[in-house]
């Protein structure tokens, strides 16, 4: 996902354009002069300004290089698929669908779904990835329905408490 | 005074409290020792549980989880050299040397005892800065609001770890998201393309809970797992501190006062403060040579700096609403939910509740030493738990907390744009802070902007014309235009040798 400076630079250009362009258009107060349109003007222009500054590298030379440590006795690198960093989509796409279904299957088999792609997808073993997805919804259900009391959606297969 | 301190002891001393806070300690001590877990993300997933408790209990939690969870990232840092949390990540390298040397126990115990006295000296900075500070805020009119407001966000990007320009522009963004909804000078639907959710405008909590923790997970889809922990047995862990006190007690008190000063302005943390402070530390030093070799010296200075900064953070939080770092922006979030809403007037009206926070911070810092202790030695089997077991259950929180915010299915989608776009930001360089410290001050910024700008019939000169005001925005102005000064001073420095670095 790490892009050039140059792309992310002319997207920000364009996202403060469109930004101070649509607050532009906003309708102002009757009888006032400064409405609810300023404050977008003003920051869709500033943020255009900084991608333009990106864009051609200007301020660059402040970025210090990342100080990452290095594992000793690591593993090696992770094999690097075409579709490898794709993997990194997976959390957000998982609550997502939490949103789509959560409310016709209920939060205990979402949420076991959710825990079993998710541990699968960081390398467990069904050892220890379906008892988790068993155990865990079951927990936090317990925590946050029971005790916080958050009407969490029952659908097919309602707790018994 | 005493009546006021008396009253603070009863609301403090409920079971409400006193469980909720040992609860929040141990889990800040877990989720900080996790690595790759932060003690912003713990105090993030917290917010939801905040919910339901009574606002003293509710601000226990926070203070007792990101006290812990700070020093707790210190634990792997010493025994994997890998940080818990981004503030150890400073002197990661000189515990982990220090523990190959077999000093495991002094460089945990320092961690344990330094940030102790570190949280401690940053609670009594608060009790001494705050009332003053209060008196002056409240003759502020919008104007003053609105320089510090944005000599805030300024400090925010200047001492970001990155390039400035990136960290301002992460400042827009966070203010443009701030710019949604119907809540704006005009009351009319802003940037919501129509879509109802968006009316009320993004909530800061689910917005944090994406950036830090679903960000998190997804960086760990592409990252291998940390090695697991060596078994090992401890000495005495508290043995020699003393001895190391009195020794250290200039780098000690020094530590503090520069995580007091960076915990204050706003924006700044704990990361950083470790950071200023361990580079003091090794600078100031009279045997530099020794530092990344195992010196304890360096890990002094910077676990008191970085503890202290956590509780300084509220000082700016309390008095202005503006938040000191990333973990106070989120107790911001929950003070306006209790109804304990920043401003000076907090130190008139609510001082028993004001003191009751004193004494919860003291009193986190006190039982860290016992705590700190217990999990030092349980820290082989905490750092045991595989990474495919405890995101899972990151994820559910994330799910389950967002919705719980406001009962409401959108938060969940919240969570999971903003987890995209702190993943994005984060991997391309932006400081993700700056963001966020754009989103929760963004109402701020606009309100006292545009009505500054309505008393003052569209006129800039009213900005300048109190004293404060000229202050303040001369020190916003400062701070906007040092990073341009310093560019251009390099650049013109570097210009005579053609030659070098092709950058």
């Not at chain 1, 990342?66 to 006795?73: D, T, Y």
């Not at chain 2, 909804?181 to 689910?206: A, M, Q, V, Y």
């Amino acid at each position: 996902m790490r892009l050039p400076d140059r792309v992310t630079g002319l997207f920000l250009v364009g996202l403060g354009a469109a930004a101070a362009y649509g607050g532009w258009r906003l309708p102002p107060v009757p009888g006032q002069p400064v409405g609810p349109n300023v404050f977008p003007l003003v920051i869709g222009t500033g943020l255009a300004l900084c991608g333009l500054a990106i864009a051609f590298g200007i301020g660059r030379s402040f970025e210090e290089e990342e100080h990452l440590i290095p594992v000793e006795g690591g593993q090696p690198p992770p094999p690097t698929g075409k579709f490898y960093g794709l993997r990194a989509l997976l959390p957000p796409a998982l609550l997502l669908f939490y949103v789509a279904v959560a409310d016709r299957l209920g939060f205990i088999i979402t949420a076991a779904l959710i825990v079993f792609v998710t541990s699968t997808a960081l390398g467990a073993r069904w050892k220890l990835s379906l008892p988790l997805a068993a155990l865990a919804p079951i927990a936090i259900h317990l925590i946050f329905s029971k005790l916080l009391r958050v009407p969490l959606p029952a659908g097919l297969l309602p707790m018994p408490w | 005074m005493l009546n006021t301190l008396a009253q603070a002891f009863s609301l403090i001393c409920t079971w409400e409290v006193i469980v909720s806070m040992l609860a929040a300690s141990v889990y800040g001590l877990v989720i900080g020792s996790l690595p790759g877990l932060s003690a912003t993300m713990a105090t993030a997933l917290l917010v939801p549980v905040t919910f339901y408790l009574s606002p003293i209990a509710a601000i226990a939690t926070i203070v007792a989880a990101s006290s812990m969870a700070i020093f707790s990232g210190d634990i792997p840092g010493a025994l994997l050299r890998i940080p818990g949390t981004p503030a150890s990540a400073a002197y990661a390298d000189e515990a982990y040397a220090m523990t190959r040397k077999g000093e495991a126990e002094l460089a945990l115990g320092a961690g344990v005892w330094f940030s102790a006295v570190g949280g401690i000296a940053g609670t009594l900075s608060l009790m001494i800065l705050a009332p003053p500070l209060a008196e002056i805020a409240l003759s502020f009119s919008t104007f003053e609001y609105f320089w510090l407001a944005l000599l805030g966000l300024m400090c925010a990007t200047l001492v970001a770890r990155s390039s400035p320009v990136k960290a301002i522009a992460g400042m827009f963004i966070g203010l443009l998201v701030s710019c949604i909804g119907i809540e704006n000078p005009g009351g009319i639907p802003r940037f919501t393309f129509g879509i109802t959710d968006l009316f009320g405008g993004i909530e800061p909590i689910p917005a944090l809970v994406g950036v830090f923790a679903v960000a998190q997970v997804m960086r760990a889809m592409l990252t291998p797992e940390p090695p697991p922990i060596p078994r090992r047995k401890f000495g005495s862990i508290m043995a020699g501190q003393w001895r190391l006190t009195r020794k250290y007690h200039w780098q000690m008190t020094r530590g503090n006062i520069i995580g007091i000063i960076i915990g204050v302005l706003p924006g700044a943390g704990a990361d950083m403060a470790a950071w200023v402070s361990y580079a003091m530390s090794k600078r100031f030093s009279k045997e530099p040579e020794k530092f990344g070799t195992g010196h304890v010296e360096g890990l002094v200075e910077a676990g008191a700096s970085n503890n202290a900064s956590i509780a300084s953070g509220w000082v700016p939080s309390l008095l202005f609403g503006i938040p000191g770092d990333t973990i106070a922006a989120i107790a911001i979030g929950v003070l306006y939910m209790k109804g304990l809403n920043p401003g000076p007037t907090l130190f008139t009206e609510k001082a028993s509740s004001m003191y009751a926070i004193y004494l919860m911070f003291i009193i986190a810092n006190i039982i860290m030493i016992p705590f700190g202790i217990v999990m030092i030695r349980l820290a082989s089997y905490v750092l045991r738990a595989p990474r495919a077991s405890v995101m899972p259950v990151i994820m559910l929180c994330c799910a389950v907390g967002s919705f719980a915010i406001g009962n409401n299915m959108f938060g969940v989608v919240t969570v999971a744009t903003f987890g995209v776009i702190g993943y994005v930001m984060e991997e391309n360089g932006y400081p993700v802070a700056a963001m966020v410290l754009g989103i929760v001050m963004g109402t701020m910024i606009e309100q006292s902007f545009v009505t500054s700008l309505i008393k003052s019939d569209g006129s800039v000169l009213p900005f300048f014309e109190r004293p404060i005001a000229a202050i303040l925005a001369a020190m916003a102005i400062g701070a906007l235009i040092w990073p341009v000064l310093v560019w251009l001073w390099r650049k013109l420095k570097r210009e005579p040798i053609p030659a070098t670095s092709p950058r």
